[in-house]
Every structure is written in C-alpha cells, then in structure tokens.
C-alpha cells in the first residue's frame, strides 16, 4: 500500500525542521487590516514578494540612516 503524500510530507517537515529553523526566521507582526489589504493588492499588482519588500525597506532604512 502506497504511503500518503501527506505523511511523508510530515516526516519531511519533521526531519528538518532544527535545519529550517536555524535557517530562516519568521516575524509574527501585525498591522492594520485595511493597510495590510491596500498592500497585499499594491505587491500582487506589481508581482513583489513580501520579502523582496522587506530587504528593499531595509536597504532604504540603511540608508536614511548612515552616521
């Protein structure tokens, strides 16, 4: 009998979550709904990952903010 996708999936994502982890990180944020709306449609029609705003905010800071 064939395994399902979904388990092995699991065991997957459980074998390499401590690789994951210390890999990448995640920003449990919030903001306000009508703001989040206005910039969910501004990335999707402008076909920009939220990451990519994320490092092009952090570029622009790092700027504005050279001593």
Not at 23 to 28: E, N, T
Not at 55 to 66: H, I, R, T
Request: hydrophobic share 30%; charged share 40%.
């Amino acid at each position: 009998m064939k395994t399902p996708k979904s388990e092995i999936d699991k065991r997957y994502e459980d074998k390499h979550k401590e690789e994951r982890k210390a890999a990448h990180a995640v920003w449990g944020t919030s903001m306000n709904r009508e703001d989040f709306e206005e910039l969910n449609k501004f990335l999707k029609s402008h076909h920009i990952k939220k990451v990519q705003l994320i490092y092009a905010g952090w570029a622009a800071l790092k700027e504005q903010c050279k001593d």
